[in-house]
């Protein structure tokens, strides 16, 4: 072998090796995705009973975001479940562990300056449809006292739906 082809041979192997470590353990690193049962059981969860939230958050964090598909593109997180039957206390705890609250939720939990503000920006909204076609104002009614501004507002609007079809 003469030292031209040493030198290629040498160079090619020495990439090899530092390219070989890093895919494999790229690949080792990705995490396998949640099972679909824990992610609804999390979601069934977040509608009511909180104890069961925190046990299965310790096991599994990043149930934050997770959604489970009901069928038929209605998707839902347990954050969105709490929000639907009003359930205050499950909504901020998932929220003070980092889930992303929507604007539904936020409805829910009567933060009216946030709501009008993103309505003012985007009114389309106003007629959205959040988990299981559940509107705004149904969330307002769900929030109680502290969404009865939201709940008046939505009405003045012209909002009268509390539920809309999902095709």
Not at 40 to 52: M, P, Q, S, T, Y
Not at 109 to 135: Q, Y
Not at 145 to 158: D, I, M, T
Request: proline residues 4%; contains cysteine; glycine residues 10%.
């Amino acid at each position: 072998m003469n030292r031209k082809k040493f030198l290629l041979n040498s160079a090619t192997g020495m990439a090899g090796l530092m390219i070989s470590p890093l895919s494999s353990s790229s690949q080792a690193q990705t995490p396998e995705p949640y099972k679909t049962e824990i992610v609804k059981e999390f979601v069934i969860a977040g509608h009511g009973n909180l104890d069961r939230v925190r046990e299965l958050l310790v096991e599994y964090p990043n149930l934050l975001y997770c959604r489970y598909d009901w069928g038929n593109g209605d998707f839902e997180e347990a954050l969105e479940g709490a929000g639907h039957v009003g359930n205050r206390e499950i909504a901020k705890y998932l929220i003070e562990n980092g889930a992303r609250p929507n604007i539904y939720v936020l409805t829910m939990l009567g933060e009216t300056t946030i709501v009008k503000s993103i309505l003012e920006k985007f009114p389309v909204l106003l007629n959205g449809k959040g988990p299981h076609g559940f509107t705004l104002l149904h969330h307002a009614m769900k929030g109680g006292e502290a969404s009865k501004e939201l709940y008046e507002y939505f009405q003045e609007k012209g909002l009268t739906e509390m539920q809309l079809k999902i095709k």
